[in-house]
């Protein structure tokens, strides 16, 4: 009777020539035969101990064993919850949703909810944030990917949101109506940022990650020049930054705006320079790199 093999090791029936009416051979993964990284989905065969424990099985080692089996799946497994991908979509999408049918019932007449409108909008632009993060990240990094790429742990963000709700809800409450030209440059200023920092994932690919990496990986981790690149150093906290700084314009908001600002300026400051630390080391081509960029961050050189 022939052995059947489950995956992920079905693969390898494809790579063991057997002789004519060989009977069934167990093949024993705890003497180290078959390796199987789990980070790469890459299935390494010892061929000498296999040959050596039965001089019957000859392993074809020319043949090239694929790290995944589609380029969207050579994420670690041990690194992504699905459930809590599952979860955080589901609570995404249903951001996304409500918050469209509530602006379609005020417009339709249902409701009459017109001031806080611009919140609906707001709301939409954090949830597609979120979820482009991720999506992102699983397209042009996927060895990268996790269960918090959608960066929803981050709590400082949380905070500024609902910071931002309550100054938009005490101007509201006073009465102070939104200049709505402040408001749409806000609005082009947000989709601009939203636009530069997913083309700087795109354009990085696997050389983007959302932790600063202090080991240089020369496969992986390589000096983006072109692109976005060749005319801003950090194209992603370039656009997180005037993301943030036009969804703040698009409400109005004048304290959120001023201090977040310059509170994200400071963050990305001190970001910028430990990471540039890293990678004059990581690069030799850095410096002259950096000398003729920019960030395109108020006071981040």
């Not at 101990?49 to 969207?72: F, K, R, V, W």
């Not at 339709?108 to 992102?136: C, K, Q, V």
């Amino acid at each position: 009777m022939e052995r059947t093999h489950t995956d992920p090791l079905v693969d390898l029936t494809h790579r063991v020539n057997r002789q004519d009416n060989l009977e069934s051979h167990e093949i024993d993964s705890a003497n180290h035969d078959i390796q199987i990284d789990s980070a790469n989905h890459d299935i390494q065969i010892d061929s000498a101990s296999l040959e050596q424990t039965d001089p019957q099985i000859h392993i074809n080692t020319n043949q090239h064993i694929p790290q995944a089996y589609t380029p969207h799946s050579q994420y670690n497994p041990y690194k992504v919850d699905l459930v809590k991908v599952v979860f955080k979509s589901v609570l995404l999408g249903s951001i996304l949703l409500i918050n469209l049918i509530i602006i379609a019932f005020n417009y339709g007449g249902f409701i009459d909810t017109p001031r806080w409108i611009p919140l609906n909008f707001y709301f939409i632009f954090l949830a597609f944030y979120h979820l482009m993060e991720f999506l992102s990240t699983a397209l042009f990094n996927n060895r990268a990917v996790d269960d918090d790429s959608f960066i929803l742990e981050d709590w400082d963000m949380h905070w500024v949101t609902v910071a931002s709700v309550v100054e938009y809800a005490i101007r509201t409450w006073l009465g102070w109506n939104v200049i709505h030209w402040i408001s749409f440059v806000g609005v082009l200023v947000a989709v601009a940022g939203q636009f530069v920092r997913t083309l700087a994932m795109y354009t990085a690919c696997e050389s983007f990650n959302h932790y600063i990496q202090r080991h240089h990986e020369a496969e992986k981790h390589r000096l983006v020049t072109h692109g976005i690149y060749a005319i801003l150093r950090h194209p992603s906290y370039f656009g997180f930054w005037w993301w943030y700084v036009g969804l703040q314009l698009y409400l109005n908001n004048v304290i959120l705006g001023i201090v977040g600002g310059y509170i994200l300026c400071r963050f990305f400051k001190k970001r910028v320079e430990f990471e540039e630390e890293l990678l004059v080391t990581f690069f030799t081509e850095y410096d002259e790199y950096r000398n003729r960029t920019r960030t395109g961050i108020p006071f981040v050189k």
